[in-house]
C-alpha cells in the first residue's frame, strides 16, 4: 500500500506576517510519527509544502507521477482551505485514491470537513492507530466502519464511528520518520537557538487546563499523556548521534506539568552538553525546578503570559495572576535563564487601556523577547463558541487566522485600532534605551550577534516595508 502524507504549502509571510525573516520552519512532527507507525508496513512518503517552494497544483503532478493508494493531509485552520484543494486535485487525478484529513481543523469541524464531497474520510484526534487500522483495512479490502476515531461518507451521508482511545504509552510509538524527510530544509527562528543543528521533539500530548482560546484539549481528550524520561533521552541521543544535533527544542503545549518528572528529565539531560528549551506556564515553575533546568542547559524558557490585566486573565480562565508571571520571569533570570513571553491582543473584555496594561507586563518583567499576536479563535474552543458574546468576527476567511490579521474584534475596539495597538506594542517593547541595552549584554558569541541583528531587521521590516 503506497501512502502519501502531505503537509499544505504555506508561506512565510502567511504564518508569520512581516516578520517572516524571523520565522520557525520545523519538520511536521505529526506527520512524522504518523509515518513512523505506517511504514513498518506500507510504503511511505511525505510532502512538506511549509518548506518547500511549491503549490497545490505542483503537489497534483506528484500524486500523479507516484499513484499513492492513500493520500493523507494534515491541516490547520490557516491551511484548510488549501487541503480540501488537494483533496480536489487527487480526486481529479484518480478518484479511486482515498483522501483522508486530519489534524486540528478536521478534528474540530469533522462533519464539515468529511461533507466536502472530495474528503471520503476524515480521523479525529491522535491519527497514529487510527490510521493504521484505516490503512490496513483498506489494504485488506475490509470495511471501515468499525474503526474507532472516524468520519467517514457512505452513499453521499456522513457516519461517525465511536471515538477512539487517547495513547496511553506514548513510549510505544516509533521514533518520527525523520528520514522521510531532508533535514537540512528546516530552520527554527534564529531568535529561538543558540546552537545548530536544533531539532524540536514532543514530550508528551495533551494540556489539563481549559484555557478559552485554545483547542488543545479538544485535540487531545482526556489530559495528559508523557513519555518517559528515558524515552526522550534515547530519541536526543540518536538525534546527536545521526544528525549532529547540538540544541533541542522541547515544543509540547505545556512543559513541565510533572515535578518529579521534570527534575528526572533535567538530571539526565545533564551529561549530554545540550542546549535547550522549553514552554512553560508561570504557575508551574519555582527556583528549584528552574535552578536544575537551567543546570542542565536550558537556556530560555517561553511563557504564555496572554495579557497583562487580571480581569482579561480570568475571562479567558487563564488561571493564573500577574504575580505569578511576575515571580515567573524574576526567577527564570535569577536561574541564568532568558525569560520570553507570548502576548495576545484583542481578548474578550480587551479595551486600549488592558492592551496598554499587556505591553507594559512585557517590559516590567525585563522579558528577553516579546511576541504580540492578535486574538484569533480557531473553530473547536471554547471562545469560538462564545465569541459573539463579547464582539465580532470581522474576517471569516480560514485563511487569514494566522494571529497576524484581526480576524475577531471586541465591543468597544475596531480592526484600524486593533492593527495600530499591535504596532505600538512592538514599536514600545523594542525600540527603547532598556532593551537595547539588555541585548547587548546578553552577547557572548557571533551566534548571539546574528540573532540580535536579525530581530533588528525583522522589526524595520514589520515596521517600513
Known sequence: MKILLVFPPILGEERYGKLARAGSYLPPLGLLYLAGVLEKRHEVRIIDGSVLDITVED?????????PDIVGVSAYTPTFYRALAIARIVKETDPRILTVLGGPHPTACPEETAGDKNVDVVVSGEGEQTFKELADAVAASADISGIKGLYYKRDGKVFQTPPRERISRLDELPMPARHLLDM??????VMHYK????????CGRGCPYKCTYCSCSKVFRGGVTLRSPENIIAEIKYLVKEYGAREIMVWDDTFGLAKKWTLTFCELMKPLNLTWSAWMRVDLVNPEVLGKMAESGCWHIS??????????????KKGITIEQIRNAFRWTHQAGMEARGTYILGLPNETRQTMADTVNIAIDTSADYAQFQLLTP??????????RNYGEFAIKDFSKYTIWFPVFIPKGLTSEGLL??????YRRFYFRAGYFWQSIKKISDWGDVKRVLTGILSLLEYFYK
Do not use: C
Not at 546552537?195 to 514532543?202: H, T, V
Not at 480557531?378 to 465569541?387: C, F, H, I, M, V
Open 420 to 425: 495600530k495597538a499591535h504596532r505600538a506594542a
Open 378 to 387: 480557531y473553530p473547536g474552543t471554547e471562545l469560538w463558541d462564545e465569541a
Open 184 to 189: 537540512r530544509l528546516y530552520k527554527p527562528s
Open 303 to 316: 511563557y504564555g503570559v496572554e495579557s497583562g490585566n487580571q480581569k482579561v486573565l480570568d475571562t479567558i
Open 59 to 67: 503537489m497534483g503532478r506528484e500524486i500523479s507521477s507516484w499513484r
Open 195 to 202: 546552537k545548530m543543528p536544533a531539532f524540536s521533539i514532543m
